[in-house]
């Protein structure tokens, strides 16, 4: 039996298995990590993103083997964050889910931006966001949270 | 709550949840011990199956088809053709012959692949040529009207199929529950999916439960599929006796989930003396796929529509719901309304450029107001704003001199306007005869609230809304009132959430029964309150002739987008896009502005993005790769204005929102496309390859 060892949330975890199982599949059935949903399974719509070393990272398309060594960030981490609750309260003042199932991505995304980028232009968000489908929202209102978390939490990021 | 505007937003009140993405929607449940379920299905588009051979089972996995149904074959619905599980005849690439169930999903999904069945191939159909359903209606004199008629201006537009593309896939995972069975689903209507597995099973009222997970996404998609899956997903767990998930993948709910119908409208216009239109002749044509399920209810809604928020004295309407060997389709909000719609605001745009008028004055002087008759002979007695709604958009847009400064035909830009109606609630006595909806508020002694409707949230807030209403009436907080997922052994039957009815409908009944439970109040008791639909009584509808009020009342928008299309390429570049909705009364702000950018976002994305074709009955876009969605790239800024018109029925005078915001999309950005490429355009999508087709073969 093969063993992959990373660190996952801030603590380190062995997983016992095969090399090129789905990292989705390994959050969501071995830690009942579920924040991360399966909207397409083959990378285009964004709802499974996680953070590995820091990159915004499709999870339905990660063999296991990938993230050996590293260090991956889930929503369930992330949200004990102030980054976090900046976001939270943005995406709820906005508008900004609906129903929801695209909002976990939505939300990893967005930290991804505004840490590169602490006050992105509209059209900035607009490509940033463009790896994460959104089929309620028409994403004005998600344009709009992220643009009063950048400013309510300027020093945040 | 306080007493302040009832449109002020509020957190919506899953958003916590959903979120921090602890929401748990129907992939996220687990059972221990549970089973997987796979369909097996038909490859060819029409045959018999000669034979099924199945590989061998291990231990613990076992098939299940038709000759498990306890009771009736039917996926019970409007009409009885569609069947649970293929018997003999398969009518469609993709129909479920039978399920592989076992505990392990991979091993189930192996040997559902090791299914081989044999078939004896029959010629299958996929025009417009095998009529199943037949409507029409009439309105004056058509025929003295034509005769007079000083010009005869004749179109015909199509449309494509729109998938829903719901992020999440649909799925249910269900088990045997004392002598039944309980069904937990990504679902719209909770007591559709109980009435289908009841009948299919043969299993009283008692025992069949159906609950309801977190939806992602629905819009129409999950309102009479799900009972298909549920049917098959119940014959197994009775088989099976273990609990069973079974959850689509993309692929396979692309491919085999109700889409919006195919349609080809022909619009046939009498232009009088003084150079209106005096009559028109319509006829509409739906592909329905291989079984009706809704079709007939979908041309209704849409042959309603024909003469959308226009006058016109003299109307012959008809209609052909067409099988075909295809994918059945179904509802997607609008129902049928944008098909005609995007007919009808193309049509009168063609007519004016053909009778050399400008197409906005010309639409203007045949626009509706109070007291004129509707296409069906009812009346449009509510106060109707339209044409403030009209200014509004103009200005805002600065629409009149885009449309000059656009009409130069290098610049390759364009603005398009639609105005549009769309009908709430049910089409005419359905509210009445069919749903008959229940609701019910349950206090406790602790003096909390339970709002006890088999409504669902699936993202258009109805969670907030519906609260809002209950908590306003009682002036209570928020907090205290209680609206948890519908579970059939507990709410009773307040219809499907579906046909722009929860609000309107469901949330009138609950501030009936609020206003009661306010009267009644003892505190420290435990009280209940239901009231019963109640048809008002001036709205009278004959559904055989199809005359009358088609509606209780209707809800009105305004739609202005703008394009640049690209001259080497031919892509579209939304730039900005404008609305106005008459929505009666915004129960919640943010909830109506984030409705109108979906539905915006759906309208526009159908009229010229999503493409979706089948090639001998097989449906050719099976991902979101090839199935394109607006993404955040593609859409544009909007500004969005709701002007109050309350409906004195409505709760705080509030109408139908979710299907209004998407009818006028297309013909929106249709138009503008047109003007920016000069060339009439009568076909959607509108794609980079029609756009070429029009400009260089014209």
Same mark, same amino acid.
């Given at each position: 039996?093969?063993?992959?060892?990373?660190?996952?949330?801030?603590?380190?975890?062995?997983?016992?298995?095969?090399?090129?199982?789905?990292?989705?599949?390994?959050?969501?059935?071995?830690?009942?990590?579920?924040?991360?949903?399966?909207?397409?399974?083959?990378?285009?719509?964004?709802?499974?993103?996680?953070?590995?070393?820091?990159?915004?990272?499709?999870?339905?398309?990660?063999?296991?083997?990938?993230?050996?060594?590293?260090?991956?960030?889930?929503?369930?981490? +992330?949200?004990?964050?102030?980054? +976090?609750?900046?976001?939270?309260?943005?995406?709820?003042?906005?508008?900004?889910?609906?129903?929801?199932?695209?909002?976990?991505?939505?939300?990893?995304?967005?930290? +991804?931006?505004?840490?590169?980028?602490?006050?992105?232009?509209?059209?900035?968000?607009?490509?940033?966001?463009?790896?994460?489908?959104?089929?309620?929202?028409?994403?004005?209102?998600?344009?709009?949270?992220?643009?009063?978390?950048?400013?309510?939490?300027?020093?945040?990021? | 709550?306080?007493?302040?505007?009832?449109?002020?937003?509020?957190?919506?009140?899953?958003?916590?949840?959903?979120?921090?993405?602890?929401?748990?929607?129907?992939?996220?449940?687990?059972?221990?011990?549970?089973?997987? /379920?796979?369909?097996?299905?038909?490859?060819?588009?029409?045959?018999?199956?000669?034979?099924?051979?199945?590989?061998?089972?291990?231990?613990?996995?076992?098939?299940?088809?038709?000759?498990?149904?306890?009771?009736?074959?039917?996926?019970?619905?409007? @009409?009885?053709?569609?069947?649970?599980?293929?018997?003999?005849?398969?009518?469609?690439?993709?129909?479920?012959?039978?399920?592989?169930?076992?505990?392990?999903?991979?091993?189930?999904?192996?040997?559902?692949?090791?299914?081989?069945?044999?078939?004896?191939?029959?010629?299958?159909?996929?025009?417009?040529?095998?009529? =199943?359903?037949?409507?029409?209606?009439?309105?004056? @004199?058509?025929?003295?009207?034509?005769?007079?008629?000083? *010009?005869?201006?004749?179109?015909?537009?199509?449309?494509?199929?729109?998938? *829903?593309?719901?992020?999440?896939? *649909?799925?249910?995972?269900?088990?045997?529950?004392?002598?039944?069975?309980?069904?937990?689903?990504?679902?719209?209507?909770?007591?559709?999916?109980?009435?289908?597995?009841?009948?299919?099973?043969?299993?009283?009222?008692?025992?069949?439960?159906?609950?309801?997970?977190?939806?992602?996404?629905?819009?129409?998609?999950?309102?009479?599929?799900?009972?298909?899956?549920?049917?098959?997903?119940?014959?197994?767990?009775?088989?099976?006796?273990?609990?069973?998930?079974?959850?689509?993948?993309?692929?396979?709910?692309?491919?085999?989930?109700?889409?919006?119908?195919?349609?080809?409208?022909?619009?046939?216009?009498?232009?009088?003396?003084?150079?209106?239109?005096?009559?028109?002749?319509?006829?509409?044509?739906?592909? /329905? $796929?291989?079984?009706?399920?809704?079709?007939?209810?979908?041309?209704?809604? &849409?042959?309603?529509?024909?003469?959308?928020?226009?006058?016109?004295?003299?109307?012959?309407?008809?209609?052909?719901?067409?099988?075909?060997?295809?994918?059945?389709?179904?509802?997607?909000?609008?129902?049928?309304?944008?098909?005609?719609?995007?007919?009808?605001?193309?049509?009168?745009?063609?007519?004016?450029?053909?009778? @050399?008028?400008?197409?906005?004055?010309?639409?203007?002087?045949?626009?509706?107001?109070?007291?004129?008759?509707?296409?069906?002979?009812?009346?449009?007695?509510?106060?109707?704003?339209?044409?403030?709604?009209?200014?509004?958009?103009?200005?805002?847009?600065?629409?009149?001199?885009?449309?000059?400064?656009?009409?130069?035909? @290098?610049?390759?830009?364009?603005?398009?306007?639609?105005?549009?109606?769309?009908?709430?609630?049910?089409?005419?006595? $359905?509210?009445?005869?069919?749903?008959?909806?229940?609701?019910?508020?349950?206090?406790?002694?602790?003096?909390?609230?339970?709002?006890?409707?088999?409504?669902?949230?699936?993202?258009?807030?109805?969670?907030?809304?519906?609260?809002?209403?209950?908590?306003?009436?009682?002036?209570?907080?928020?907090?205290?009132?209680?609206?948890?997922?519908?579970?059939?052994?507990?709410?009773?039957?307040?219809?499907?959430?579906? /046909?722009?009815?929860?609000?309107?409908?469901?949330?009138?009944?609950?501030?009936?029964?609020?206003?009661?439970?306010?009267?009644?109040?003892?505190?420290?008791?435990? *009280?209940?309150?239901?009231?019963?639909?109640?048809?008002?009584?001036?709205?009278?509808?004959?559904?055989?002739?199809?005359? &009358?009020? !088609?509606?209780?009342?209707?809800?009105? $928008?305004?739609?202005?987008?703008? =394009?640049?299309?690209?001259?080497?390429?031919?892509? =579209?570049?939304?730039?900005?896009?404008?609305?106005?909705?008459?929505?009666?009364?915004?129960?919640?702000?943010?909830?109506?502005?984030?409705?109108?950018?979906?539905?915006? /976002? #759906?309208?526009?994305?159908?009229?010229?993005?999503?493409?979706?074709?089948?090639?001998?009955?097989?449906?050719? #876009?099976?991902?979101?790769?090839?199935?394109?969605?607006?993404?955040? !790239?593609?859409? !544009?800024?909007?500004?969005?204005?709701?002007?109050?018109?309350?409906?004195?029925?409505?709760?705080? &005078?509030?109408?139908?929102?979710?299907?209004?915001?998407?009818?006028?999309?297309?013909?929106?950005?249709?138009?503008?496309?047109?003007?920016?490429?000069?060339?009439?355009?009568?076909?959607?999508?509108?794609?980079?390859?029609?756009?070429?087709?029009?400009?260089?073969?014209?």
């Amino acid at each position: 039996m093969t063993e992959t060892t990373f660190k996952l949330n801030g603590e380190t975890r062995t997983v016992k298995g095969p090399h090129n199982q789905r990292f989705l599949d390994v959050l969501r059935r071995d830690f009942n990590l579920t924040a991360a949903k399966e909207g397409c399974g083959e990378g285009e719509c964004g709802a499974c993103s996680v953070l590995v070393d820091g990159k915004l990272i499709n999870s339905c398309l990660l063999p296991l083997a990938n993230v050996a060594g590293k260090t991956v960030l889930t929503l369930e981490g +992330y949200r004990t964050t102030e980054r +976090y609750k900046m976001l939270e309260n943005a995406f709820l003042k906005e508008g900004a889910s609906q129903c929801g199932i695209c909002t976990p991505g939505m939300i990893m995304a967005s930290e +991804y931006l505004l840490s590169h980028n602490k006050n992105p232009s509209d059209f900035e968000i607009r490509h940033a966001l463009a790896g994460n489908l959104c089929r309620c929202t028409g994403y004005n209102m998600i344009i709009k949270a992220i643009k009063r978390a950048a400013k309510e939490g300027a020093a945040l990021w | 709550m306080l007493k302040t505007d009832i449109s002020r937003s509020i957190d919506n009140v899953e958003g916590k949840e959903k979120i921090s993405g602890s929401a748990k929607y129907i992939s996220d449940y687990a059972i221990e011990g549970m089973y997987h /379920a796979k369909t097996v299905r038909a490859t060819i588009a029409h045959g018999n199956i000669k034979e099924i051979k199945l590989p061998h089972f291990p231990e613990g996995y076992d098939s299940v088809d038709y000759s498990d149904i306890p009771a009736d074959n039917v996926v019970g619905m409007i @009409n009885d053709d569609w069947p649970v599980f293929a018997e003999q005849e398969v009518n469609h690439i993709g129909e479920p012959i039978l399920l592989i169930v076992g505990p392990d999903k991979t091993k189930v999904a192996k040997l559902a692949q090791a299914v081989e069945i044999v078939y004896e191939e029959k010629t299958p159909v996929f025009d417009f040529k095998n009529s =199943v359903k037949q409507l029409a209606f009439k309105k004056g @004199n058509v025929k003295k009207a034509f005769q007079e008629a000083k *010009q005869i201006i004749k179109h015909t537009y199509e449309t494509g199929y729109q998938e *829903q593309a719901y992020i999440e896939p *649909q799925g249910f995972i269900g088990y045997p529950e004392d002598a039944g069975i309980t069904l937990i689903g990504s679902i719209q209507c909770p007591y559709y999916v109980k009435n289908a597995v009841m009948r299919t099973m043969g299993l009283d009222e008692d025992n069949v439960r159906v609950k309801q997970a977190f939806v992602g996404g629905a819009f129409g998609g999950k309102e009479e599929f799900p009972s298909l899956m549920a049917c098959q997903l119940a014959v197994a767990i009775q088989k099976i006796q273990k609990p069973i998930k079974f959850i689509y993948e993309r692929e396979e709910d692309m491919e085999v989930t109700t889409k919006r119908h195919p349609s080809r409208t022909v619009m046939e216009a009498a232009i009088d003396a003084s150079g209106r239109i005096s009559a028109i002749r319509s006829h509409l044509s739906l592909d /329905a $796929g291989a079984y009706l399920g809704l079709s007939e209810v979908v041309l209704s809604r &849409g042959m309603l529509a024909v003469t959308n928020a226009y006058t016109v004295n003299n109307l012959d309407v008809r209609g052909d719901v067409y099988r075909t060997h295809t994918v059945p389709n179904g509802a997607f909000r609008g129902f049928g309304a944008p098909q005609m719609i995007y007919a009808i605001e193309m049509f009168m745009h063609h007519v004016a450029k053909t009778l @050399n008028q400008d197409p906005f004055a010309f639409r203007m002087a045949h626009l509706v107001k109070q007291g004129d008759l509707t296409a069906t002979g009812g009346i449009f007695r509510d106060p109707i704003i339209l044409r403030d709604m009209i200014t509004h958009a103009v200005e805002a847009s600065d629409y009149h001199a885009k449309v000059k400064k656009y009409n130069d035909p @290098n610049i390759f830009k364009g603005i398009g306007m639609s105005w549009f109606l769309h009908g709430c609630g049910f089409t005419g006595s $359905g509210e009445k005869d069919k749903i008959k909806a229940k609701v019910t508020l349950e206090k406790t002694k602790d003096d909390q609230v339970h709002i006890l409707v088999a409504a669902v949230d699936m993202g258009q807030g109805a969670k907030t809304t519906l609260r809002k209403i209950v908590a306003g009436i009682l002036e209570l907080p928020i907090d205290v009132i209680v609206f948890d997922n519908p579970d059939t052994r507990f709410v009773p039957d307040s219809g499907p959430t579906v /046909a722009s009815r929860t609000a309107m409908i469901v949330g009138g009944l609950l501030a009936r029964a609020a206003k009661t439970l306010k009267e009644d109040w003892i505190t420290g008791e435990s *009280q209940t309150v239901s009231k019963r639909y109640e048809q008002p009584e001036y709205v009278a509808w004959d559904q055989e002739k199809m005359q &009358g009020d !088609a509606y209780p009342a209707y809800s009105w $928008g305004v739609n202005i987008v703008e =394009v640049e299309v690209d001259k080497t390429t031919y892509e =579209v570049d939304i730039k900005d896009i404008w609305s106005v909705y008459d929505l009666g009364k915004a129960l919640d702000e943010n909830v109506v502005l984030g409705q109108a950018d979906g539905g915006q /976002a #759906q309208g526009i994305g159908y009229g010229y993005l999503e493409v979706m074709r089948h090639d001998g009955g097989r449906i050719r #876009q099976k991902n979101m790769t090839d199935y394109i969605i607006p993404t955040a !790239a593609d859409m !544009a800024p909007s500004h969005n204005h709701i002007m109050d018109n309350p409906y004195p029925l409505g709760p705080y &005078g509030a109408k139908g929102v979710g299907e209004l915001t998407l009818v006028g999309g297309a013909p929106a950005v249709s138009l503008a496309i047109e003007q920016a490429i000069s060339r009439p355009l009568r076909k959607i999508p509108a794609t980079p390859e029609l756009l070429m087709e029009a400009i260089e073969h014209d």
